[in-house]
């Protein structure tokens, strides 16, 4: 995609009403619209143009995302005010919506399709909340890496019972992040995983060579309930 893609297409026209006049904000490229670990106080639906996401890894901003218009970021901000979670940078000319707690009333209550696109949106995050709950209540180090592992391929979306292999787009830090867990000890833990073949690790991907074994290591040495 170009630099200079300005278009609404898709569900971004759905955003493209008089009533919304007011909550738009225009950004140029390289602008940044929510700094990582900021505090959040409002979200941001994409009106048109593109926004890239990068997070922080080892002291270098790593690419995760591109969004395209009619996709919405920051939107934690809303249910618990956490921190920010990655950088969000205009990529070209953006024109973004921007709703804090009390203008978001305004969307919901007079657009009832866009309602319901947020709350499946809002339902899936705090889903996806109590799921990485479950994981970090394990107190065995390699339950809780195997678990995050069943928890990507939940994620992912694949039950496959026949092609069991799996390959997660995600890296070391990504790993120590959604495990809880101290750096030290998800090294340790995943070098075992590699020399027993259970894995294969590459700087951008991971290998899951089986994601039965790594269902059976949660049931077997887990305590969670």
Known sequence: RSTNDYQSE??????????FDRFVKTYNNGEIIIAE?????????????????TK???DSNKNLDILKPGEMFGE???LDNSPRSATCIAKGKVDCLEFTKQNFEVLITGNPPIALMLLKTFCKRILDQKRRYKTLVIDDNSARIADVFCMFNEMNGNNSTTDRRRKFNVN?????HWSGLPATVVKDELKRFVA???????????LV???ADMQRIVE???DSK
């Open 172 to 176: 070391e830090s990504d790993i120590i």
């Open 56 to 58: 922080l890894v080892h």
């Open 220 to 222: 077997t040495r887990s």
């Open 196 to 206: 027993s073949h259970k894995i294969e690790m590459f700087d951008n991907y991971v």
């Open 76 to 78: 934690m901000a809303i």
């Open 37 to 53: 670990f900021e505090k959040g106080e409002s979200f941001y639906l994409i009106q048109r143009g593109l926004v890239q996401l």
């Open 10 to 19: 898709g569900t971004g026209k759905a955003f493209n009403l008089p009533a």
């Open 209 to 211: 060579n089986n994601i």
